[in-house]
């Protein structure tokens, strides 16, 4: 089961845990540190004996266990590795099942979009080679589960954002000029939540 890290949803994420006998929350990982909502990782750590943070050693925050490219995160038979893919943030990474089917890409790749590259060390750049290297070469049916859905949507594919993502099938100077000019209001949390995250979404860990 997977739980995200959002602040105000730590009561049920707690309920979900007590509810559901069959596995135990060891680890909270975060995809990178979050400019729109303060994780509830620090909060359910202190609620859960024994549970773990995680993040990229390149995110700048502080956790239990910070991440590297190629780590694996192993629970019972499976597990999920650690695939750098900054861009939106340095910190960012995409965690790919061990059999490859399903990769939850934070705000790196969106469905038929992408993550924004104007601020926390953004980079258009970046975010176009670790898409182009690091998620379209998965296999084409690998199940694309992002951080974030404007429009409801909840998962895709590799091969339908190699072919219809209107952001990435375009050359990388086309790319930059799109990320250059989206002119999206900041996030409304954007002040609180940087900081609060850099400390586990609390401010002693
Ligand atoms: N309105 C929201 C913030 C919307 C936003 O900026 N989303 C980010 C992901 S959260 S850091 C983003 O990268 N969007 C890309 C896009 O193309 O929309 C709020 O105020 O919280
Ligand atoms: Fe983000």
Redesign the pocket.
Known sequence: AAVCPVCHQADGDRCMVKDESSFILFLKVNTHC???HITSTGLMKKRLAGLKSAISKFSGASADIHLSEGDKITFGKQYLTVVETPG?TDGCVTLVTGDRSMAFTG?AL?IR????TDFQQGSAKKLYQSIHQKIFTLPDHCLIYP??D?KGQTASTVAEERKFNPRLTKSLEEFVDIMNN?N??K???IDVSVPANLVCGVHEV
């Not at 979009?113 to 924004?116: V, Y």
């Open positions: 979050h400019a729109d939106h705000d969106l979009g992408c993550g924004r951080g974030h404007y989206l999206l209001p996030p409304k949390k």
